[in-house]
């Protein structure tokens, strides 16, 4: 079976991706925000984190690139660190009101997003799509898991 490259699920999954990066970084510029902050501020807001080191685990990127965006974050006015009561070596990280109060437009103009580039699909299209999504992206994890070299032990500061 010879399948054309550019018609296989990895590489039309990326373009959307892509498709969507755009859309959604032109619409949260004015806000302030930029489409990979979403997943730090939301983990903020909902408490699931406050520590760089969490933060990169619940956004799924690396501990670098996770500092980069912090340290941007916090220049923008964003965020806000403190020190850990309980670690001295960590920072505890918290939203600042600003990002509070204009994050629930960010979120509005993501969902309008997804409603408009899903226009056409059926609900149970969209239910369907997301399952698929969700398992596949888990399939990803586990393969990516599985094929990672062994961790070093490192003591990383937050």
Do not use: Y
Not at 84 to 92: A, E, I
């Amino acid at each position: 079976m010879n399948l054309d490259v550019l018609s296989t699920p990895g590489h039309l999954i990326s373009l959307a991706a892509r498709g969507f990066a755009r859309l959604s970084e032109a619409r949260l510029k004015p806000l302030g925000f930029g489409v990979g902050h979403l997943p730090v501020l939301v983990a903020l807001q909902d408490g699931r984190a406050s520590t760089q080191r969490d933060l990169a685990r619940f956004a799924k990127i690396e501990q670098p690139p996770m500092a980069q965006m912090l340290a941007r974050m916090e220049r923008d006015g964003l965020i806000e660190r403190a020190p850990d009561p309980t670690d001295r070596r960590s920072s505890r990280i918290t939203l600042t009101e600003a990002a509070e109060a204009r994050l629930p437009d960010a979120v509005a103009v993501l969902l309008r997003g997804n409603q408009e580039v899903l226009s056409g699909f059926t609900d149970g299209e969209v239910v369907l799509l997301v399952d698929l999504l969700t398992r596949l992206i888990a399939n990803l994890d586990r393969l990516a898991a599985a094929e990672a070299p062994p961790a070093t032990p490192v003591h990383e500061k937050d």
